[in-house]
């Protein structure tokens, strides 16, 4: 614990992407960082399972890694989606452009990112990370943690600021929820994910277009591929519990694969399908918005300990870097009163949060609901046709989402507006072709009549000449 102008004390719970970059932000205040994790070093283990293989890094998470000094570092080993490719059923493949040349997001290696972080965090002296250390409870009146060595023993300690970075199955919001006023909403989605491959091909070479974020939507399915360095493709296949259960052979997988997604086979490989798929397991997803994140001046959450999000945006890791930013902002705007900070980040990223929160369900619902490859192509396209005529008026929201650090709930706020401008000018389209059209009509009418009067006129001359 430290006096007030003392250098600060503060435990990073959870060595995951947020924590650990989290604990690089406040190296870099000067704190005193003990960061925990509950896992062993993934900087020495094998392999680590039950987490998506790679990620799409976009503007916000790189804004973050920006701020310790870390994007290059990351986007070295990052490979660049300069736009959607999608998959059509009869295997026809359609690119449309994210934006300019430079609005790309970025496929990068969980892992890898994660144990830069990590490395980069262990660098700083006042820096010190504790694996295999799970957070059992603590203290929000002293600061005191109480953790579980894989010894079995108990170590505690004391600190200012308790920062709760430990996911979606959080034990610090856990213990918010029994000890304070937290408001608390959980929703699980009734789609799983499996991640299987696309390996390299023989000659080592990737086995699709590579800047590509690839997409094979098909309304209640819908599979996604992003790169990898080693040029394999991490396939990430969406679809409800009830239809992962229904395919338990390898039958039903190449059934299932030749029905939906027939051009992925030969990409996959017979084999390597039927393999792959009866020994993964699907996982669920989870959407949590929480109110407040924080604890007097002891507590904060961030991260998907604040709001986990399905992740049919791509932005939930890069939503949990920009809230490093948010509370680093705050915590300078309040010179480092914690009790001010903690409040202030609350009131400023709560909305924001819940935003996206949201966006990626409304993506979710949106994509399941309507959308197969042919849709999908034409509502991009109309999204980049609109913003090629009114490029400062019409923004697509992913655009807004992926390539700007607009505030997530202002992302919406400008797209309700772009729509009721771009209906209201739909309206005076349809009226005024309407009001046209009558006179269009009226003129025909008109030039029917005068038509009709000529002859008439010509008849009678006509009959006097007696012609
Ligand atoms: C299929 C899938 C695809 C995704 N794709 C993207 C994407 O393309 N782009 C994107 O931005 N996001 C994506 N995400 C979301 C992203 O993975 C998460 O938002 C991100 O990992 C959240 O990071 P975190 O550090 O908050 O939590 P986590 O990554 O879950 O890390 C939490 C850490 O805390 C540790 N921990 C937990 N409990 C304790 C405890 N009691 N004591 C100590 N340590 C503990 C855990 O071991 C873990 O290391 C995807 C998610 C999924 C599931
Ligand atoms: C990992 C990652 C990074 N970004 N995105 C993403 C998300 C949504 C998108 O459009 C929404 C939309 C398209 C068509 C109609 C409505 C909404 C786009 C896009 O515009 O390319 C890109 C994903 C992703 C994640 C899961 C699935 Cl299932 C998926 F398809 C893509």
Redesign the pocket.
């Known amino acids: 614990m430290s006096g007030e102008n003392q250098v600060k004390h503060v435990a990073v719970?959870?060595?995951?992407?947020?924590?650990?970059l989290n604990a690089c932000f406040f190296a870099k205040r000067k704190y005193k960082v003990d960061l925990?994790?509950?896992?062993d070093d993934i900087r020495t283990m094998e392999i680590v399972k039950g987490?998506?293989i790679?990620?799409?890094?976009?503007c916000r998470?790189r804004e973050a890694l920006k701020h310790v000094g870390l994007e290059d570092e990351v986007l070295k080993t990052a490979i660049p989606m300069r736009a959607r490719m999608i998959h059509d059923l009869d295997g026809t493949c359609h690119p449309i452009p994210y934006g300019k040349s430079d609005q790309f997001i970025n496929s990068v290696d969980?892992r890898l990112l994660?144990e830069v972080l990590l490395t980069a965090a262990e660098k700083n002296p006042q820096v010190t990370c504790h694996f295999n250390?799970?957070?059992?409870k603590c203290d929000f009146n002293t600061g005191e943690l109480t953790?579980l060595t894989k010894e079995g023993k108990e170590v505690k300690n004391k600190v200012d600021l308790i920062v709760g970075?430990?996911?979606?199955?959080?034990?610090?919001r856990r213990q918010m929820m029994k000890d304070t006023l937290l408001d608390y909403n959980q929703e699980y989605i009734p789609h799983g994910?499996m991640?299987l491959t696309i390996p390299a091909t023989p000659s080592n070479d990737f086995a699709m277009g590579v800047n590509y974020l690839h997409i094979w939507p098909r309304n209640e399915f819908m599979m996604i591929a992003?790169p990898n360095l080693d040029k394999s493709y991490t396939l990430?296949l969406f679809m409800p519990f009830e239809n992962f259960n229904q395919i338990k052979t390898e039958d039903d997988v190449m059934d299932f694969f030749r029905r939906m997604f027939p051009d992925s086979i030969p990409l996959i490989g017979e084999k390597f399908l039927k393999e792959i798929y009866q020994s993964s397991k699907a996982?669920p997803?989870v959407s949590i918005k929480c109110s407040p994140y924080h604890v007097k001046d002891k507590v904060v959450i961030?991260?998907?300990?604040a709001h986990?999000?399905v992740?049919f945006y791509?932005?939930?890791?890069?939503?949990?870097?920009e809230d490093c930013i948010v509370l680093n902002d705050m915590l300078d705007k309040h010179s480092d009163d914690l009790e001010l900070a903690l409040k202030a980040y609350t009131e400023h990223r709560n909305p924001d949060a819940k935003a996206i929160v949201d966006l990626a369900m409304y993506n979710y619902v949106e994509m399941r609901k309507s959308v197969n490859s042919k849709m999908f192509l034409l509502r991009k396209k109309i999204d980049n046709m609109l913003h090629w005529i009114f490029p400062n008026s019409w923004v697509p929201l992913y655009t807004m989402v992926s390539f700007s650090r607009e505030r997530y709930h202002l992302c919406i706020a400008k797209r309700q507006q772009q729509d009721k401008v771009l209906s209201s000018f739909i309206q005076v389209g349809v009226v005024s072709l309407m009001v046209g059209g009558f006179l269009l009509v009226r003129r025909l009418n008109q030039t029917t009549d005068i038509v009709t009067n000529l002859q008439g006129r010509i008849q009678s001359l006509l009959d006097r000449l007696h012609l």
Do not use: W
């Open positions: 719970v959870g060595g995951g992407l947020v924590g650990s925990y994790e509950m896992r987490r998506s790679n990620l799409a890094l976009s998470g969980r994660n250390h799970k957070l059992l953790f970075n430990d996911g979606a199955f959080s034990a610090i994910y991640e992003l990430t996982l997803m961030m991260g998907d300990a986990a999000m992740p791509g932005q939930g890791m890069n939503c949990g870097f």
